[in-house]
T-cell receptor, first 114, second 117 residues
């Protein structure tokens, strides 16, 4: 079955450590996205990528980094510079960005930093 | 620029009652509109989408939404609520990408549907 996988489901880290969240898709989609979700704030876009080896900052990119070396993979690194990293992180993909193309979401990773 | 407003962060209904979740959008061109559902600790799943065909769109799980251009609305309805409908619902708007550009969908803040027995 085609879909998006995110691992791990739950992640715990100490403050000051970088952590990388995995996102893999086998839908052959060109576009991939990372969102952060906090209670009552909806989805906020961190980064998105339209093609391999290219990505753009979203609304809240500070303290995060990404790479897109393969079409299937779009890992997100939460760096120690992110002041409030505890959140639920969602990865998504779509055929292309915008327009009539809906997004397909992974199950999410809940990151807790103490 | 596109934007989405979902009226009411929480909506509470009794099982069997009508569900109405409100979504108003702002878009400079004819929009594409989406409703997604999110169950606790899961990702979002597409319920339905409007792509300029029929203005009344039917989705999964008995939900439907009507596109009203004059009211810039895309409200989500279901005739009879079930306990399993309790979830977070998100409305999103997207525009056709301009040549060389990219338009990322904009999401509303979400509405939590609570269903009482």
């Amino acid at each position: 079955d085609g879909g998006i996988t995110q691992s791990p489901k739950y992640l715990f880290r100490k403050e000051g450590q970088n952590v990388t969240l995995s996102c893999e898709q086998n839908l052959n989609h060109d576009a991939m996205y990372w969102y952060r979700q906090d209670p009552g704030q909806g989805l906020r876009l961190i980064y998105y990528s339209q093609i391999v080896n290219d990505f753009q900052k979203g609304d809240i990119a500070e303290g995060y980094s990404v790479s897109r070396e393969k079409k299937e993979s779009f890992p997100l690194t939460v760096t120690s510079a992110q002041k409030n990293p505890t959140a639920f992180y969602l990865c998504a993909s779509s055929i292309v960005t915008g327009g009539a193309y809906e997004q397909y979401f992974g199950p999410g990773t809940r990151l807790t930093v103490t | 620029a596109q934007s989405v407003t979902q009226l009411g962060s929480h909506v509470s209904v009794s099982e069997g009652a009508l569900v109405l979740l409100r979504c108003n959008y702002s878009s400079s061109v004819p929009p594409y509109l989406f409703w997604y559902v999110q169950y606790p600790n899961q990702g979002l799943q597409l319920l339905l989408k409007y792509t300029s065909a029929a203005t009344l769109v039917k989705g999964i799980n008995g939900f439907e939404a009507e596109f009203k251009k004059s009211e810039t609305s895309f409200h989500l309805t279901k005739p009879s609520a079930h306990m399993r409908d309790a979830a977070e619902y998100f409305c999103a708007v997207s525009e056709e990408p301009a040549s060389g550009g990219s338009y990322i969908p904009t999401f509303g803040r979400g509405t939590s549907l609570i269903v009482h027995p």
